[in-house]
């Protein structure tokens, strides 16, 4: 048999390999890096997590839990390793991201039927069956040829934001605590809480301080999912401290009070030494993040690791260009699969990788496809990006939203997306999953 070609070893390129690869069918992963990286890519191994270190909740009352858990059932790779290599973050799945990467990286480069081949795909391959996994930072020639494959269709660009990491031993622990939202699970994040006079200042600089220079940028086409904290800070005085400076739940042990706001730093890697500001995707000019973050109480020397960036972000208008199972409408033989198909999320993007392989293995061997219904999570999100109702189409995490109700109550949110995931959990026992 012909080797399937999957372009892109990302988390939806590996995800996809991986699944072909474990029902036998041959894979070719073409990858550039390390030859050629992104800006927002650095390692030489699959898999990278390009910002945050966190997979989200790891909940089944959260939609993104019901969909880990179901990638689970389906034998993900991607789930596997990040299982194997969680930090503590209270009910979030956070993971050592080095370790995650090389554990992904040595399963695909060991699998007797993948075969990794290194170096830019500039042209989509006119033959075969080629799954295109090349993320939201596709690099330039490949983005013309995807453009040219739908001439009449919108294909879009814009820019992405990325937050600093800091130091632990920098951080002044005098003026933070550990401790979990209404302390569920382990106390792992640190808090570093704001007076509303330190709050006022911060917020007034934040929202003047300068930007970097990018090109095409504007408010209008960042997404909330990965928002600019300064951008956010500009729609209301008030709008941080109701979104990631959230004092609600975190009592200040020195007080016994909700400070007026509080940052969160969350564990970015095993040892705990370096901390990400939760939240705090910026496209803010390098000295200005210093200044302006430094007036966090416990930021005041804070040593960044990384600075916060700006990147771009490619996604295809799905809705008018692929069906349910990934697949280019009239063009079936090619696949589009990860964040570039504008699902939204390192799991997202995983779930696609997993759905688009897994179609593509039933069919080469002459099976019909796996129809994960609505209900499931992972149905959910390829019955939306497929749905040609679907006007002004933007990236997207999975939500509840995207699920049918139940049809009858229950009370309490959590209980009711409790039952909408078992439901989901049932149905997907249902699936023939091989
Ligand atoms: C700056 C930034 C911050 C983000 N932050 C988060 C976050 O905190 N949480 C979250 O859930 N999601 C975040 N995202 C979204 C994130 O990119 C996706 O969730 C996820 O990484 C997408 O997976 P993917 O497999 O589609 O693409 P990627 O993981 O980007 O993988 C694509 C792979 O394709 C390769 N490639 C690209 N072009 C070519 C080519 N021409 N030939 C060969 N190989 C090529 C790349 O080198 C890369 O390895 C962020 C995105 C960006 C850009």
Redesign the pocket.
């Known amino acids: 048999m012909e080797p399937v070609i999957v372009?892109?070893?990302?988390?939806?390129?590996s995800e996809a390999a991986w699944q072909l690869a474990r029902r036998g069918i041959p894979v070719e992963l073409?990858?550039?890096?390390p030859e050629k990286?992104?800006p927002?890519?650095h390692s030489p191994s699959f898999g990278?997590l390009?910002?945050?270190n966190s997979l989200r909740s790891d909940q089944l009352e959260n939609a993104v839990g019901l969909l880990k858990e179901e990638l689970r059932r389906c034998g993900s790779l991607i789930m596997a390793c990040a299982d194997a290599h969680r930090v503590e973050a209270g009910g979030a799945l956070a993971v050592d991201r080095e370790a995650f990467a090389a554990a992904i990286t040595e399963q695909i480069r060991n699998h007797p039927n993948i075969t990794v081949k290194e170096g830019?795909?500039?042209e989509i391959p006119r033959e075969g069956q080629v799954i295109i996994?090349?993320?939201?930072?596709?690099?330039e020639?490949?983005s013309q040829a995807i453009g040219g494959l739908f001439p009449d269709s919108k294909y879009l660009n814009f820019f992405?934001?990325?937050a600093p990491l800091v130091t632990f031993e920098s951080v002044d622990m005098d003026s933070a605590w550990f401790a979990s939202r209404y302390d569920r699970g382990t106390p792992d994040y640190v808090n570093c809480p704001l007076s509303q006079e330190e709050y006022e200042a911060f917020w007034q600089a934040l929202t003047t301080a300068q930007e970097a220079e990018v090109h095409g940028f504007e408010d209008s086409g960042v997404f909330e999912g990965?928002m600019p904290v300064e951008v956010m800070a500009r729609r209301g005085v008030d709008t941080l401290r109701y979104g990631p400076l959230k004092p609600v739940g975190l009592k200040d042990p020195k007080t016994g009070k909700e400070p007026y706001a509080v940052v969160q730093l969350r564990r970015d890697n095993a040892q705990g030494s370096i901390y990400n500001i939760v939240g705090f995707q910026t496209h803010l000019r390098w000295p200005e993040q210093k200044r302006v973050f430094s007036m966090i109480p416990a930021l005041k020397n804070a040593q960044y690791v990384r600075y916060g960036v700006m990147?771009r972000?490619t996604f295809l208008d799905s809705p008018r260009l692929l069906d349910r199972y990934y697949r280019v409408r009239g063009q079936e033989r090619l696949m589009f699969a990860?964040?570039?198909t504008g699902v939204?999320?390192?799991v997202e993007?995983t779930a696609s990788?997993c759905l688009a392989a897994m179609e593509l293995a039933r069919r080469l061997s002459g099976r019909d496809p796996v129809n994960f219904p609505r209900e499931t999570a992972i149905g959910a999100m390829a019955l939306y990006i497929s749905d040609e109702s679907v006007v002004n189409f933007q990236p997207m995490n999975v939500n509840f939203g995207l699920i049918p109700q139940l049809g009858y109550r229950v009370k309490g949110k959590r209980n009711k997306n409790a039952e909408i995931s078992k439901r989901a959990l049932e149905k997907l026992g249902e699936l023939d999953l091989t």
């Open positions: 372009i892109g070893a990302g988390l939806a390129g073409r990858e550039m890096k990286m992104t927002a890519h990278e390009v910002c945050s830019e795909v500039t996994a090349t993320g939201p930072l596709t690099s020639p490949l992405d934001a990325a990965c990147h972000n990860g964040q570039i939204e999320g390192y993007s990788g």
